[in-house]
């Protein structure tokens, strides 16, 4: 079954939602989601300073955590890459739309969302389709390769 996740209305629910798709990748669903939510008490409920400044060690010792040292590095360094976003245009919302607006101008010399999601680490070609889908609703990046 799959599950799609609400659109994000903040930083910290889009922490959420690249988290959780990264969990997914490479586990079952029902296992991620079964640990969901001492996951997110253990991300400080993907407060994007508070897991910005997490040691993996200390995520690796929480109750319910999925012990995959790639994954929660991967996590933390996205809570950094976020907060570079959001230093530069106040919110990740905000840079989502100004990437849509410019690669709509200009599409031969702005990226495409799913190109801009593939900064993150553990994103990568599907689940940057993924994620710039919940991002943006947007049907049409289902279908793209």
Same mark, same amino acid.
């Given at each position: 079954?799959?599950?799609?996740?609400?659109?994000?209305?903040?930083? +910290?629910?889009?922490? !959420?939602?690249? +988290? =959780?798709i990264?969990?997914?990748?490479? /586990?079952?669903?029902?296992?991620?989601?079964?640990?969901?939510?001492?996951?997110? @008490?253990? /991300?400080?409920?993907?407060?994007? =300073? *508070?897991?910005?400044? !997490?040691?993996?060690?200390?995520?690796? =010792?929480?109750?319910?955590?999925?012990?995959? *040292? +790639?994954?929660?590095?991967?996590?933390? !360094?996205?809570?950094?890459?976020?907060?570079?976003?959001? @230093? =530069?245009?106040g919110?990740?919302?905000?840079?989502?739309?100004?990437?849509?607006?410019?690669?709509?101008?200009?599409?031969? /010399?702005?990226?495409?969302?799913?190109?801009?999601?593939?900064? /993150?680490?553990?994103?990568?070609? &599907? &689940?940057?389709?993924?994620l +710039?889908?919940?991002?943006?609703?947007?049907?049409?990046?289902?279908?793209?390769?």
């Amino acid at each position: 079954m799959v599950h799609i996740p609400p659109k994000p209305k903040n930083d +910290a629910e889009f922490l !959420e939602v690249m +988290a =959780k798709i990264i969990f997914i990748s490479g /586990f079952r669903w029902d296992l991620v989601h079964s640990r969901w939510p001492k996951i997110k @008490k253990a /991300f400080y409920n993907f407060n994007i =300073k *508070k897991v910005a400044d !997490e040691r993996v060690e200390n995520l690796l =010792k929480k109750d319910g955590m999925i012990k995959n *040292k +790639a994954k929660i590095n991967a996590i933390i !360094e996205n809570a950094e890459i976020c907060q570079d976003v959001m @230093k =530069k245009y106040g919110s990740i919302n905000n840079w989502v739309k100004i990437i849509q607006k410019n690669n709509k101008k200009e599409p031969l /010399f702005n990226p495409t969302i799913r190109e801009e999601m593939k900064k /993150f680490n553990k994103i990568g070609h &599907t &689940t940057s389709r993924w994620l +710039a889908y919940v991002v943006t609703r947007d049907k049409k990046l289902l279908n793209s390769y």
